[in-house]
Every structure is written in structure tokens, then in C-alpha cells.
């Protein structure tokens, strides 16, 4: 980086609604880390309205790497920051522009190399930022906005997709299923803080895909019968048992589908990225798979949710490996994981 092993990475994310800007002392050590959200904004509507989300980001993307660079204390970019990684996908293509452009323009007047990263890696990431002892090959289940999938981290920049979810990721059907129960937008917080009151074997809801030999996901099948369920029970239903009893089934789906990738592939080392990953069931459930000797590593909570140090290692760590992007790098908003 600038012909060394460590430098300073400004991290830039803007793959969705919340812009991330952080300052990371690469590899791991982070500087700054400042994250808007626009969950107010956009919880009028149930859910993301691209066009409000990338308005927002221009808003807010200068005045949050001024802000981020200060508290880092870095105080010429040009002299200090060895580069700027920056996402490029998936994601919403307006939202993924704000930041590809702002992090253009900064390349281009700090003199600065400008290295596009993958969302999901960055994801990845977040755990190597939290652990300095995880090291491939691992498991890494990635549960992020409209994404559910398990990914073979072979090496670094080395990815084989071991299977994702058929329809609906893991958070819309917690986002989907608050919305049917009334409870808001973002679903996955309440319907945690509700099922920690609750019984989660009051009602009797499947497990999607229990038992196939595949490494797949689907919840559109498990909304569908919380949904008939609240039609045959009505104003008697318990929302905390209903909440627990959901949870659970989502949560066996996914933990049971990690355990079926470390059967598969023997690899006994698995982390948990992503929104879903702050899952406070789902944590207590992975932690539970260290009693047959699976090594876990989870990222603190405010990792798993989008943010600029997951993509500044990220971005980090694919330079080191050699990889350059210029001016012409673009935005894809279905850009797949390996690269």
C-alpha cells in the first residue's frame, strides 16, 4: 500500500440506506466508524424507497468522511490515507453511485488509489476485523438484507458459493412478517425483542427445506404460514409466542443449513455476518455449535450491520493480493461475491 503492509483505509458504504464511512489502520485496528441511517425515513413506507435512500446519501457522504477523517485525526488525505475502498456491489445502483462517485472524485484529488469492493465480502470481513486468529478456509453464513447464503472462504479472495436462499432472504421474511403483525420497519429488532418474551413452542411452524441434502434456504413458505396462522387465530393470538415460535423455525433453517456446509466440505471453522448476524437467537445458537467442536466467530453487533470498516479491510486485503481499480471501475448491483 503505497509499498508497504499497512497504511490508513478510508472505507466507503452506501450499498443500501445506511451510508458508512470509516477510518481503518489497516488490517484490523479502526480509526473512526460513523453510520446515518435512514430507517426513520423510509419506515413510513415498510421498507427502502431506492429514490429517497440515494438522495439521501449525497446529503450525507461529504460531511460524513469530513467528520470521519477528523475524529481519526487525519488531517491531510493526501499525505496520510493509502487508500480508498469503496463499494461496488450488489446493491441499489442509485445508492451504490453516491458512494463509487464520491470515492472517485476523493481518489482522483488526493491522488489516492481507489479500490472497489464486494458488499458481501465485506460482510466477510467484519469478522476478520474482530478476530485476529480467524484464517481460512471458514464457513461464513451471510445473512444480509436480500441475501441468505453460506460461502467457503477457501482464501482471502478465494470464494466458492456453497448455496443461497430459493426466494426470500432471512431478513425480508422478518421484515415481511413484522409488517403483516403491524409491528414496523426494520422487523428483525422487534420480533427479537418480542420473541425474548415468548414461547417459542406455542405454535407449530415449519422448518423450510428441513432435511433436504442440499445447502439451500427458502422463507417465503414459512411467511405464508404465519400468515394463515393469524387468520385462523385472529385477536387470540400471543404476537411475543408468535414472534419466538417464527423465530425459531427461521433460526433452525439456518443453523441446521451451516451444519449441513461443515458436513459437507469438513470444515469445522464457521462466522456469521451480515444485519441478521445481531440476531440475538441466532447468536446463542451458533455460540451452542462450539459443544461439537465447530470453532464460531461472530462480529460485535454494530459490524453486522452495514458500515465503511468492513469495507475498508475488505478492500485492504484485495490490494495486498494485487488487485488495482481505476476511474472506469462501475457500479453492479448484481455483482456475485467471487471475484
Known amino acids: 500500500m503505497r509499498g508497504c503492509g499497512s497504511g490508513l483505509v478510508l472505507g466507503i458504504e452506501s450499498s443500501c440506506d445506511d451510508t458508512g464511512v470509516a477510518v481503518l489502520e489497516a488490517p484490523r485496528r479502526i480509526r473512526s466508524s460513523l453510520v446515518m441511517s435512514q430507517v426513520e425515513e423510509h419506515a413510513p413506507h415498510g421498507g427502502v424507497v431506492p429514490e429517497l435512500a440515494s438522495r439521501r446519501h449525497q446529503e450525507a457522504v461529504v460531511g460524513l468522511v469530513r467528520r470521519c477523517l477528523a475524529e481519526a485525526g487525519v488531517l491531510n488525505p493526501m499525505r496520510e490515507l493509502s487508500l480508498i475502498a469503496v463499494t461496488a456491489g450488489p446493491g441499489l445502483m442509485g445508492s451504490l453511485l453516491v458512494g463509487l462517485m464520491a470515492a472517485k472524485g476523493l481518489s482522483q484529488g488526493w491522488e489516492v488509489p481507489m479500490i472497489g469492493v464486494n458488499h458481501m465480502e465485506g460482510h466477510v470481513f467484519a469478522n476478520v476485523i474482530a478476530h485476529e486468529d480467524l484464517e481460512p478456509p471458514f464457513l461464513c453464513l451471510v445473512v444480509s438484507g ?83 396462522l393469524v387468520r385462523k387465530e385472529g385477536d387470540s393470538i400471543s404476537l411475543p409466542d408468535l414472534c419466538a415460535s417464527f423465530q ?7 443453523v441446521e443449513k451451516l451444519e449441513l456446509a461443515v458436513q459437507l466440505t469438513g470444515v469445522k471453522t464457521v462466522a456469521a455476518s ?8 441466532l447468536r446463542r445458537r451458533l455460540l451452542g455449535l462450539s459443544d461439537r467442536g465447530i470453532r464460531v466467530f461472530l462480529p460485535p453487533r454494530d459490524l453486522c450491520t452495514d458500515n465503511g470498516a468492513m469495507i475498508a479491510a475488505a478492500g485492504w486485503w484485495a490490494f495486498m493480493r494485487g488487485i488495482r481499480d481505476d476511474l472506469t471501475l462501475r457500479a453492479d448491483p448484481s455483482w456475485e461475491m467471487a471475484r
Request: proline residues 5%; hydrophobic residues 35%; aromatic residues 10%.
Open 146 to 228: 436480500g441475501h441468505t447464503e453460506i460461502q467457503l472462504v477457501r482464501s482471502f479472495g478465494d470464494y466458492r458459493f456453497l448455496g443461497g436462499t430459493r426466494d426470500d432472504a432471512a431478513g425480508e421474511a422478518y421484515d415481511k412478517v413484522a409488517k403483516l403483525l403491524g409491528l414496523g420497519y426494520p422487523g428483525g429488532p422487534v420480533i427479537d425483542r418480542l420473541a425474548a418474551q415468548g414461547d417459542p413452542r406455542r405454535y407449530q411452524l415449519p422448518v423450510p427445506l428441513r432435511g433436504t441434502s442440499d445447502v439451500e434456504f427458502s422463507f417465503s413458505g414459512l411467511k405464508t404460514a404465519v400468515l394463515w
Open 248 to 254: 425459531r423455525s427461521a433460526v433452525d433453517s439456518l
Open 274 to 281: 451480515g444485519g441478521v448476524a445481531a440476531n440475538s437467537e
